[in-house]
């Protein structure tokens, strides 16, 4: 009989290992010695490698998206540009603190490493799964923001959606360097700060006059 934090124990050893070598180079041996496991306890739990990652990517991504669901649902109409953005973008930078203003139930940097990793990488389950976690919810956002800016097409916004999603990784994994080449005008520690800044820059993107063809 399993012990009962038997997956828990899973799931931490694969989030730790892929985020620190990738999902490629991460062996199930390293992985059942890291997380004091045997071959079968993975396979009763996960049944395959590729299940064991997604379980591990989707334990980062739902407190995320719970709390951008929420933030939608507390909405009322006439939607503005500004909250649907900041409700985008509030849960990750949140769930990438610890402590105070820390997002509830999220697990702190993990899945900026973790999620970069995997995406340089591309595993053949991952464009699925990304539509499995982002498309409905994508597709909310996106409803929300034609109705608060109607001269946006639907595809214009999909493609802000989608540069917001890099600028806001972008910035999560890589906020000291902005510290470092600013020479210390910019606070990579201030998450307060940088959470205004980004919210304040996608908005001017969501809000900016539709493309001309």
């Not at 994508?138 to 097409?153: C, D, H, N, T, Y």
């Not at 959606?161 to 520690?189: E, K, P, Y």
Request: proline letters at 5%.
């Amino acid at each position: 009989m399993a012990k009962p934090d038997t997956k828990d124990q899973i799931l931490d050893a694969a989030e730790d290992l892929f985020a620190e070598q990738g999902f490629a180079t991460t062996s199930l041996r390293q992985l059942t010695s890291r997380a004091g496991v045997n071959l079968a306890a993975v396979n009763y739990h996960f049944g395959s490698k590729d299940e064991l990652a997604k379980a591990v990517l989707q334990r980062l991504i739902e407190p995320i998206n719970r709390e951008r669901r929420q933030r939608l649902d507390d909405m009322s109409k006439p939607f503005a540009i500004d909250a649907i953005v900041r409700a985008f973008i509030e849960p990750a930078v949140r769930s990438q603190q610890v402590g105070p203003g820390a997002l509830p139930e999220s697990r702190g940097a993990g899945l900026c490493r973790l999620f970069g990793r995997i995406s340089v990488e591309q595993p053949p389950f991952l464009r699925e799964f990304i539509s499995e976690q982002f498309g409905q919810l994508g597709k909310r956002f996106v409803a929300m923001l034609s109705e608060a800016a109607p001269g946006i097409a639907a595809e214009t916004l999909w493609w802000r959606m989608h540069f917001t999603v890099g600028a806001m990784a972008h910035t999560l994994a890589n906020a000291h360097v902005v510290g470092q080449v600013s020479h210390g005008v910019c606070d990579a520690d201030d998450h307060e700060g940088i959470l205004n800044q980004l919210t304040a820059f996608a908005i001017g993107g969501f809000a900016a006059p539709e493309v001309s063809r």
